[in-house]
C-alpha cells in the first residue's frame, strides 16, 4: 500500500502542474452547468420562474374559483407570481412590456355562460419570447375550462336520471371529485432535483469522468515514457503499480466533485442534499467513473488512443444517463439503457435525497458500486497484460 | 566474489526466440560489456535480469539472492539505466530521484549525493523537460545510482549524448567500478566497451558467442598486431633481422617497406626500431595496428556493431 500511495502521490503532483486538469474537473463542469441554468433553468420551475396577470372583468364565482384556487395556490406553491390587474389593456400592456410572461383574461359574463351551459372561455395572452411560460399558461386554463365542462356533463346528466338533489349541490360534489388542475414541485411520487442542482450535478459527473482519465491511463503514460520500465525493476508488487494508478483516478474525482459541490452551492445556489448522502454518492460516482475509464485505458494501446475513446464513452454513457436532459423520462428502451450509466443513479441518488433521507441514497450507491466492482475487475484483469513480467 | 550469475536465460515472444541459453557471471568490481548488433537479445537479456520481463527458462542470481523466488529482495540489488530516458519531465530532478528513493527506500541524502556525482546539483530544481539531453541521460543514470546497488545495468547509457556528459557518465562508471559495483554495460559505441570494460560477451540472434577479456577474445579469433614499417635501405637484410626477434610471428613486404605480424606491438616496438636502426636502414614512418573489438564483432557476426 505504501508504494501504491507513493505512485499516487507522484502522479498528483505531476497532475497539479496541469492547468487543463484544473479546466476539465473544474472550470468546465462548474461554467457550462452556470450556462445551461442561465439558458434553461427559466423552465424547470424551481422558483417564480413564470409572472401571470390576471384580468378578472367577470367578477363572478367562476372566475373567482379558477384566479384562487388554480392560479393563487400556484403562486403560494412559489411556481409562480400572480399580479392581478384591473383591466384586459393593462394586463396586455404587462405582457408587451415583458413583465408578465402571459396573462389570464377572464371576460365578463364567463359565471353567466358557464351556468348557462354555454362554453366556457378564458382567454391566455401570451409573450412571444416566452413559449415554454405561455404554454404552461394555456394548459392551465385549458385544465380548469375542461374540468367545468366535466362538471356541468355529471351534473346534467345526474339531473336527467330522476336525482332530486339541487344542481347547484351536484355541482359542488362533482367539483370535488373532479382532479384539480395544480402546480407543484412534485411531478411523480419521487421529488426532481431544481434546475440549479440538476445542471450542477450533470455537468459535475460528465466531466467527472474526463477528470479521472489520467490517472488510469497513466499506465499507458509510463509505458511511452519509459518510466514503466523503470517501475517494473523497482522493488514493487506490479499490483502497487496499478492499485497507485487506480487511486490516483479516485482522489482527482473526489477532489474534483468536493470542488464543484463547495463550488455550484456557493456561486450557483445548487441544493445538493444532505452531506453524508452526497459523500457517499459521490465517492461511489467516482468509483464507477475510475472503473469504467480504467476499462477502456486497459483496452487500447496508447494513451492517445485510450483518451479517445474514453472522451467517446463519457459522452454516450453521459447523454445517456441524463448529464445533459432528463432522458429517463423519455420512458421505454431509453429509460431502461439509461439504467445502465452511473450517471442515472448519480442523479437519481441526489434526487432520492432531496426527497427523502440520507438512507434514500442507498439503491443509487449499490448500482454504481456494483458498476464500479464489475468495471474494475475487468479492468484489472486487462491491465495485468500491461505490467505482467 | 560473483555478484551476478545468469544460466540458460531463454525467452521467446511468439515465432521469434529472442534470447537461447544466454549465461554468464559478473563478478564484484567488474565491468561487463554485452555487445551485439541491434535486434541480437542485448535488451531483452537485461529486461530479464532486472526483472522487468519473465524467464521463460534460466535462472538470474543476484548476489546470492535469485530472482525466480525472491524478487523484491532481488531487485533491491539492482540498479536500472534503461535505454530509453526514463524520467518523468514534469517534475523536477530533485523530485524524480526523491520519488525512485522512496520506492527503493533509499535515505533522502543519497538524493544529493547523486546529483553531485553527476553534476546536475545546480539544476536539481529545474524541471526534467527543461534539461539538455546530456542533462537527462545523466539523471536516467543518478536515478540507478540512488540505492547503492550491487549491480548496475546500463543499457546504452550514453547514446546521443553529447562529449561532455559521456566523458562524466564514463568516469562515473569507471568509478564505481573501482568501488566494487558490478557493472552490466551494453553499447554501440566500440571505445567504449574498449575503454570501461574487463570482460565483453558478444551475443547475436540471441545466443552468446563469445565472452572474455579483449586480448582473449582477439586471441581466439587467430588475430595479432601488426607493425608496419615504411623504409629506405636494404629491405632483404632487414627482412632477415626483424624476423629473428622474439614475438614477431612474421615478415612480409609491405608497399616500400615491411609489415610484422607481432604477439604484442606495444612490447615488440621498441626491439624492432633498434634492430633496424642499428642495420642502416632509415625508417620513415611506423603504423602500429591492434585488432580491437570492432574487428572481432566482425569477425564474429559478420556486422558492424552499429547495424
Redesign the interface.
Known amino acids: 500500500m505504501r ?1 501504491a500511495l ?1 505512485i499516487a502521490a ?1 502522479d498528483l ?2 497532475r497539479a ?2 492547468r487543463t486538469a484544473y479546466v476539465l474537473a473544474i472550470v468546465l463542469p462548474l461554467g457550462l452547468a452556470g450556462v445551461f441554468t442561465l439558458i434553461l433553468g427559466n423552465i424547470s420551475g424551481d422558483s417564480q420562474l413564470f409572472t401571470y396577470a390576471v384580468a378578472d372583468a367577470d367578477r363572478g364565482v367562476v372566475a373567482r374559483a379558477f384566479t384562487d384556487d388554480v392560479l393563487r395556490k400556484a403562486a403560494a406553491s412559489g411556481a409562480i407570481e400572480l399580479r392581478t390587474v384591473s383591466s384586459e389593456r393593462e394586463a396586455r400592456a404587462l405582457v408587451d412590456d415583458g413583465t408578465a410572461t402571459a396573462a389570464f383574461l377572464l371576460p365578463a359574463g364567463l359565471t353567466e355562460d358557464v351556468q348557462a351551459g354555454r362554453a366556457a372561455r378564458i382567454e391566455v395572452v401570451g409573450d412571444v419570447d416566452a413559449p415554454t411560460g405561455t404554454d404552461i399558461a394555456r394548459s392551465l386554463a385549458q385544465a380548469y375550462t375542461d374540468r367545468l365542462a366535466a362538471v356541468r356533463t355529471a351534473v346534467a346528466a345526474t339531473v336527467h336520471s330522476g336525482v332530486s338533489t339541487p344542481p347547484a349541490e351536484l355541482a359542488a360534489a362533482a367539483a370535488t371529485a373532479l382532479p384539480r388542475a395544480v402546480v407543484a414541485e412534485d411531478t411523480t411520487g419521487r421529488r426532481q432535483l431544481d434546475a440549479k442542482t440538476q445542471y450542477a450535478a450533470g455537468m459535475a459527473v460528465f466531466f467527472l469522468f474526463f477528470a479521472v482519465q489520467p490517472g488510469v491511463t497513466g499506465l499507458l503514460d509510463e509505458r511511452r ?3 514503466l ?9 506490479r499490483s502497487s503499480i496499478l492499485a497507485g494508478k487506480l487511486l490516483t483516478s479516485v482522489a482527482v474525482g473526489v477532489v474534483s466533485m468536493t470542488v464543484l459541490v463547495v463550488a455550484s452551492s456557493l456561486l450557483m445556489g445548487a441544493h445538493w442534499g444532505h452531506p453524508v448522502g452526497v459523500a457517499a454518492l459521490v465517492l461511489s460516482g467516482v468509483l464507477a467513473a475510475t472503473g469504467a475509464m480504467a476499462v477502456v485505458a486497459a483496452i487500447a494501446k496508447t494513451s492517445e488512443q485510450a483518451g479517445g475513446w474514453q472522451a467517446i464513452v463519457a459522452i454516450v454513457l453521459g447523454a445517456l444517463g441524463g448529464a445533459f436532459f432528463p432522458v429517463s423520462q423519455a420512458g421505454g428502451l431509453l429509460e431502461k439503457l439509461s439504467l445502465l450509466a452511473p450517471h442515472r443513479w448519480f442523479l437519481r441518488g441526489l434526487a432520492d435525497l432531496a426527497g427523502g433521507g440520507v438512507t434514500a441514497v442507498l439503491p443509487s450507491v449499490a448500482a454504481m458500486t456494483l458498476f464500479a466492482a464489475v468495471t474494475g475487475a475487468v479492468a484489472l484483469l486487462l491491465f495485468r497484460k500491461v505490467v ?2 | 566474489m560473483t555478484v551476478l550469475s545468469c544460466s540458460g536465460l531463454r525467452k521467446r515472444f511468439d515465432d521469434v526466440l529472442a534470447v537461447d541459453d544466454v549465461s554468464f557471471t559478473i563478478a564484484e568490481g567488474e565491468t561487463y560489456g554485452l555487445l551485439g548488433p541491434n535486434g541480437a537479445g542485448k535488451t531483452t537479456t537485461i ?1 530479464m535480469i ?5 524467464r521463460d527458462a534460466g535462472e538470474v542470481v543476484v548476489d546470492g539472492i535469485a530472482m525466480s523466488t525472491h524478487a ?2 532481488a ?2 540489488l ?1 540498479g ?1 539505466v ?1 535505454q ?8 523536477t530532478g530533485r ?1 524524480n530521484l526523491r ?2 528513493a ?4 533509499a535515505a533522502r541524502e543519497r538524493v544529493d549525493h547523486v546529483l553531485d556525482v553527476v553534476g546536475l546539483a545546480e539544476r536539481a530544481d529545474d524541471l526534467g523537460r527543461e534539461y539538455s539531453g546530456g542533462m537527462k541521460r545523466r539523471l536516467n543514470v543518478a ?1 540507478g545510482l540512488l540505492h547503492e546497488p550491487r549491480l548496475l545495468v546500463l543499457d546504452e547509457p550514453t547514446a546521443g549524448v553529447d562529449p561532455q556528459s559521456r566523458n562524466q557518465i564514463l568516469e562515473n562508471v569507471r568509478a564505481l567500478a573501482a568501488q566494487g559495483m558490478a557493472i552490466l554495460y551494453t553499447t554501440h559505441y566500440m571505445e567504449e566497451a574498449e575503454r570501461l570494460c574487463d570482460r565483453v560477451g558478444v551475443i547475436d540472434s540471441g545466443r552468446l558467442i563469445a565472452e572474455g577479456t579483449r586480448r582473449e577474445l582477439v586471441e581466439r579469433l587467430g588475430e595479432r598486431d601488426r607493425i608496419s614499417l615504411q623504409l629506405d635501405g636494404d629491405l632483404t637484410h632487414a627482412t632477415a633481422v626483424l624476423g629473428a626477434i622474439a614475438n614477431v610471428r612474421g615478415v612480409a613486404p609491405h608497399g616500400h617497406g615491411l609489415e610484422l605480424v607481432v604477439d604484442d606491438a606495444r612490447e615488440c616496438l621498441p626491439a624492432v626500431l633498434s634492430a633496424i636502426s642499428t642495420n642502416g636502414v632509415v625508417v620513415r614512418s611506423v603504423e602500429v595496428t591492434e585488432p580491437n573489438l570492432e574487428t572481432v564483432f566482425l569477425h564474429l557476426t559478420g556486422k558492424a556493431l552499429r547495424e
Not at chain 1, 520500465?229 to 508488487?237: G, Q, S
Not at chain 2, 530509453?84 to 517534475?91: F, G, I
Not at chain 2, 522512496?102 to 527506500?105: F, H, I, Q, S, T
Open positions: 508504494h507513493l507522484r503532483r505531476e502542474r496541469d515514457n519509459g518510466t520500465a523503470r517501475l517494473l525493476a523497482a522493488p514493487v508488487p505482467r513480467p | 529486461s532486472t526483472g522487468v520481463l519473465e523484491i529482495a531487485k533491491r539492482v536500472y534503461p530509453e530516458l526514463a524520467l518523468y519531465p514534469d517534475l523530485e520519488f525512485f522512496n520506492l527503493y527506500g536515478i
